[in-house]
Structure formats: structure tokens, C-alpha cells
């Protein structure tokens, strides 16, 4: 009878226990048998609130950052933590200067401990430009190479973009963890080169502001606004844009501009697998390497784009806008020209330059030289009198002494 109790015991324990996978990959280096469990999450720590930059938070999408420290690596996959569940904290959808951090999140099954000695965040697809993060995330650091591993006997090769971090060396069986990897933020794609403020010969402002296109998109229908004065403009790639514009008046104060961006950018790094499917590298958010050897990461299934970063509309705000240093100089220059009058300094005429006659002076030379001019023209007409009848010759000769 206690046979048969302890056979019918064997029999549940052998039909319903969970299977429990070895991890061979030391032996083997084949990942396959790989038990330590690795992925990202995609969080912000709050709202953002970025100077100079508007935007409805009805447009804003993430994860927080403390939520997803609190919750296990279990939390974001399933099947044994073989597949990696999508639209769990791999998207954000946010304004430019939004911080994104990269949370990691592990666990080591492998029955016993691992060294984990560099980590690897995965930023673009296996062909880049079907999506690179860093278009749209402000970050460097970066490498392109391709990396390789084994799975099931196939050799396979994990192309595209990386950011490296030291790994957390050694790790005991059983023990996991999750931190945040790196904290990058979402780029504008536009930048306010110069802001030109000159004081016109109408009495008013004339103003140059020169936007700039840093990106390789096109933004359509961007919208220049200030005060009563708005112009919709595009820019290509890489294009600089000059807004000209004048005030009738000199404002009290010059105050801000702004440029609404309507364009929507959204890029991602990982496109999912069929379900149970592990040899698809671009469904691949983020690798490790156990010693020297390369382990991915789990696996994002089924077939959707993952890992993305979403530029929502925004409204870029200028700083307070003050005239151009040269011409706040000029205008005082003019200032104080016209208090210093007194001293024949008139609306910036220098003293030393153009001078004006001093009417109220007399010239003694000059009044000299006219006083013997008109004695001598004197003296011609008494002798043209006293001779020119008696002589027929003598107006001749008065006649060269006059041109004399």
C-alpha cells in the first residue's frame, strides 16, 4: 500500500512540476541553453519641464522611471522569460529636451553564478537606417559593428548600432536586479543661430532671425510667431532659414518669439519575431557578454515594432529679445552727442572733423586785403579820368594795368 501512495506521489510531481532548463552555455558557448535573462524598459523620472519648450501633456506617453525599478524582471516578459512583451515601457512619446532613461533589468538562473563583464544597449535595426535612435535621442559613445553568437547551432550576427556600459561582474545564482543603464534626451531638431535686433531709420525695430534645420528631416508648415507678425515657412535638411521683419515703434519691451513644430518623428530599434521564434536578431533590444562570450537579450515577440522614441508637436520659445550691443552703443553714442552740443559736437559730427564757421569771430587779414583792393580799384578810375583824354594811348595801358 505505501508502494502505491509514494508511485501515485512520483507520478504528479513527474506530470505537473515545472520544467526546469539547464544551462549548458559555458560548455557549449550555444545560447540556447543560456539562463541569464536580460532586457531594457524605456521610462522618464516625471512630466518634463523644459525651458523654453510647450507642449500638451495629452501628447505624452511613458513609463515611469520609479514604477519600473520597483518590478522584477518578470513584470516585462513571459514563457520563462524567453519573450520580452511589447508595449510594456518600450515607448515614449515626448517633446525635444524630454529625459529618457534606460532601464536594464536581469536575472541569473543558470543554477549558478555568472560574470557579466560589459552590456550592450541595442540602438538601431540590423540595416540602420530602418531605424537609428540616435536621430532622435541626443547621445554619443555610440559604435556600428556587427556582433556574434550561436544559437541551436546557427551561427548569427547582430548588425547595427551600440552604446557599451561596464557589466556588474560576477552574479550569484538566483539573484537579480534592474538599474538604470543611461539617461539621454530627446533632440530638437531646430536651433536659433542668431537674433538680429537694429533700431531703423523710421523710428521702428527691424529684425533677422536665422532658424536652423539640424536634422536630415523635412519639418513643413513650422509657424514663426511674434506678436501681431506670423509666417509659415519649411525647411529641407540641414537648411537655415532668415525671418525679416520691422516694428512702426520702439516696444518697451522686445519680450520672445516662438516656432511651433507640428512634425511628428517617431524612430525604433527592435521589430518582434513570430511567437517561439529566437533566431530573428533584429528582435533584440539589448545583449551581454558572459566572460568573452555574447548572450542576447530576450526576445520581442510577436511581429511589431518595439523600443520606440515618438517627438510629439511642440512650441519652441525664444529667450527675452534685447538690441544688438552695437546699436544699444550707437544710440547712447547719439545721446550724448546732443548733450555735448555746447562743445561743437552736433548728432555725432566730431568737433575735430567737419567744423563749422564761427560767426561771431573777425578776420583781420581778410578785412585788411579788402580795404587795399578797393583803394587800388580807386586809384584806376582817377587816373583813367586824369588821362584817357589826353593820351589815346593811355587806355591802353590803363587797360593792361587793370588786368595787372
Known amino acids: ?37 536580460q532586457t531594457i524598459a524605456f521610462t522618464v523620472s516625471d512630466y518634463p519641464h523644459i525651458s523654453n519648450i510647450l507642449y500638451e ?29 511589447p508595449m510594456v515601457a518600450d515607448h515614449v512619446d515626448a517633446p525635444p529636451g524630454t529625459q529618457v532613461d534606460i532601464v536594464y533589468l536581469y536575472k541569473n538562473s543558470t543554477g549558478h553564478s555568472v560574470n557579466i563583464s560589459k552590456v550592450n544597449w541595442v540602438l538601431s535595426r540590423n ?23 550561436k544559437y541551436s547551432h546557427q551561427n548569427l550576427i547582430k548588425s547595427g548600432i551600440y552604446k557599451e556600459y561596464p557589466g556588474m561582474g560576477n552574479i550569484e545564482n538566483g539573484v537579480g536586479g534592474v538599474y538604470v543603464l543611461d539617461s539621454v534626451k530627446v533632440k530638437n531638431p531646430l536651433n536659433i543661430d542668431e537674433v538680429k535686433v537694429a533700431l531703423n531709420s523710421e523710428s521702428g525695430v527691424d529684425f533677422e532671425i536665422y532658424i536652423q534645420n539640424n536634422s536630415d528631416e523635412y519639418l513643413n508648415n513650422l509657424k514663426f510667431t511674434y506678436g501681431p507678425h506670423e509666417e509659415i515657412f519649411n525647411l529641407s535638411a540641414q537648411e537655415e ?22 512634425n511628428i518623428k517617431q524612430v525604433c530599434s527592435v521589430y518582434g519575431s513570430p511567437y517561439y521564434t529566437y533566431t530573428q536578431t ?24 518595439s523600443f520606440c522614441i515618438k517627438r510629439i508637436p511642440y512650441t519652441m520659445v525664444s529667450d527675452t529679445m534685447v538690441l544688438n550691443e552695437i546699436e544699444q552703443t550707437e544710440t547712447k553714442n547719439i545721446d550724448s552727442n546732443i548733450e555735448e552740443e555746447e562743445n561743437g559736437d552736433v548728432l555725432g559730427i566730431s568737433a575735430t572733423g567737419n567744423i563749422l564757421p564761427k560767426t561771431g569771430e573777425v578776420d583781420w587779414l581778410f578785412l585788411g586785403l579788402l580795404v ?29 594795368y587793370v588786368m595787372l
Open 1 to 37: 500500500m505505501f508502494l502505491k501512495i509514494l508511485k501515485m506521489i512520483l507520478y504528479f510531481f513527474v506530470i505537473f512540476a515545472k520544467p526546469v532548463y539547464a544551462d549548458n552555455f559555458d560548455g557549449t558557448g550555444d545560447t540556447s541553453s543560456n539562463q541569464y535573462f
Open 57 to 85: 501633456q495629452s501628447n505624452f506617453i511613458a513609463e515611469s522611471t520609479q514604477s519600473v525599478l520597483n518590478s522584477p524582471l518578470e513584470s516585462f516578459t513571459d514563457f520563462d522569460n524567453t519573450r520580452r512583451i
Open 127 to 149: 540595416i540602420v537606417e530602418n531605424g537609428n535612435l540616435a536621430d532622435l535621442l541626443d547621445i554619443n559613445g555610440y559604435t556600428e559593428e556587427n556582433l556574434s553568437y
Open 241 to 262: 532659414h532668415v525671418i525679416r521683419f520691422a516694428t512702426l515703434d520702439i516696444p518697451e519691451e522686445l519680450g520672445t518669439f516662438s516656432i511651433y513644430n507640428p
Open 282 to 305: 533584429d528582435s533584440i533590444p539589448a545583449l551581454a557578454y558572459r566572460g568573452e562570450n555574447v548572450v542576447p537579450g530576450v526576445s520581442v515577440q510577436p511581429q511589431v515594432e
Open 372 to 400: 587795399v583792393d578797393m583803394l587800388l580799384w580807386y586809384s584806376v578810375y582817377i587816373l583813367r579820368r586824369n588821362y584817357e583824354g589826353k593820351n589815346t594811348n593811355s587806355r591802353v595801358w590803363v587797360a593792361l
